[in-house]
């Protein structure tokens, strides 16, 4: 926690789904509107492009832990939907032009021009590299640049590294991403430069003196519309009116490939005494819209609860008789229990139809991961995790913070 001086140096962003949000001025911290966006336009079903992301990431952590890196192909990722994700309005040059941005704290590249092309202004200077990165349920490829980029009022950034699309596939409805996963996920994205890494945003704010501690906080709240105010990002501090209790810290996980993300070890037990995953690594991802376990821990969670198997969404599927049954998770961090209470398990039922279900029935938000467990990328906790708890990455410390807050007990959905 930090002073109120402190909280004045920082900046909460908004995650706006919106094309024309309206800027809400607060106190410490300065806040900007936030909203979550659902865009199902496509085939492709939640499950199947959370799978994809997920192998992605673990092909990327085990060919970086190799000395390698997975070059994205122009074309060779089929296009899919974002789904549901978090968007954050950045201004990138002088004068600025507003892009819309996915937050990913699986990945580190910040990038436009998958939507709006890329405007230069007399602060952008193009570099003599390429850029390119594969995210399973995307890819993009083009040039890299450096220009000042504003994350809101008072938090600026000057040369900051930013990718610009040449070519991009399965970002429908947004202009990039903005990387804020560990900085060492850059590198080998640029070429033929040689450099290590590339500092991301929060590296660059810590560094320039604009922020007091290189962290970043995420606020999400859950929702049951397609668009709502319901998320938030503070770099360089926490903000205590977000979360109930204390944060809980762990260090990073040993255990790659998850050691190179936002990786930690957690053990899931179902009720009182079920156990559903022993301890094993996995990451922490906003990325990655369910929350994902691995194959045999899916089998024992689905066995617990009784459901089935829906073949038109992907996901678990009970009566709301066996949703009145059914008993919480509880996931093992750090040594203190995060329950994920039978609410927080279910996708919110006015938004059914959205993935292909029906109305009468309700369906799980735990996914299967697609592999076994023992691989050292175990499980995902995703947006619908992240909607109960606050998380808190703290990248000087090495480790991953979560606290309760006003909605972890909410029946929302």
């Known amino acids: 926690m930090f002073s109120r001086s402190a909280l004045l140096a920082t900046i909460t962003l908004a995650l706006a789904a919106a094309a024309n949000p309206i800027i809400q001025i607060r106190d410490a911290p300065v806040s900007l509107p936030i909203a979550k966006r659902l865009n199902f336009t496509g085939t492709v079903s939640l499950l199947e492009r959370d799978q994809k992301h997920a192998q992605a990431l673990k092909t990327r952590g085990n060919a970086k832990l190799n000395g390698q890196f997975v070059e994205a192909a122009a074309g060779s990722v089929t296009a899919t939907n974002q789904l549901v994700d978090y968007v954050v309005n950045v201004g990138v040059g002088s004068p600025a032009t507003t892009y819309s941005l996915l937050v990913d704290t699986g990945s580190s590249n910040t990038w436009v021009g998958a939507g709006k092309s890329y405007v230069k202004t007399s602060t952008s200077s193009q570099t003599s590299d390429r850029v390119s990165v594969t995210y399973g349920s995307g890819d993009f490829s083009g040039t890299e640049f450096t220009d000042t980029v504003a994350l809101g009022s008072g938090l600026t950034i000057t040369k900051q590294s930013i990718g610009v699309a040449s070519s991009s596939n399965g970002f429908s409805g947004v202009d990039g991403i903005l990387g804020v996963g560990p900085v060492d996920l850059t590198t080998g994205t640029l070429s033929p430069d040689t450099r290590n890494s590339i500092p991301t945003v929060t590296d660059n704010l810590f560094s320039q003196g604009t922020i007091p501690q290189n962290l970043l906080a995420v606020s999400f709240e859950p929702t049951t519309s397609d668009n709502n105010a319901n998320g938030e990002l503070t770099f360089g501090a926490t903000d205590s009116s977000k979360f109930t209790g204390s944060i809980t810290f762990t260090s990073i996980t040993k255990t790659s490939p998850a050691s190179e993300f936002w990786g930690i070890d957690q053990t899931i037990r179902y009720g009182a005494s079920t156990s559903i ?137």
């Open 277 to 413: 995953l022993s301890s094993t690594a996995g990451i922490v991802d906003t990325g990655t819209t369910l929350t994902l376990i691995a194959t045999d821990a899916f089998n024992r969670y689905r066995s617990a609860t009784g459901a089935v198997l829906d073949n038109n969404t992907g996901l678990l599927r009970l009566t709301t008789a066996q949703f009145a049954n059914l008993q919480s998770l509880f996931f093992t961090i750090g040594g203190k229990a995060f329950e994920l209470t039978a609410n927080a398990q279910i996708w919110p039922r006015n938004l059914n139809s959205l993935i292909g279900g029906n109305a009468n029935s309700v369906y799980l938000i735990v996914g299967d991961l697609g592999s076994t467990s023992g691989q050292g990328l175990d499980f995902i906790n995703g947006l619908t995790f992240l909607e109960r708890f606050y998380s808190v990455f703290d990248t000087t410390n090495k480790r991953v913070g979560l606290a309760t807050t006003p909605f972890t007990t909410a029946t929302t959905n």
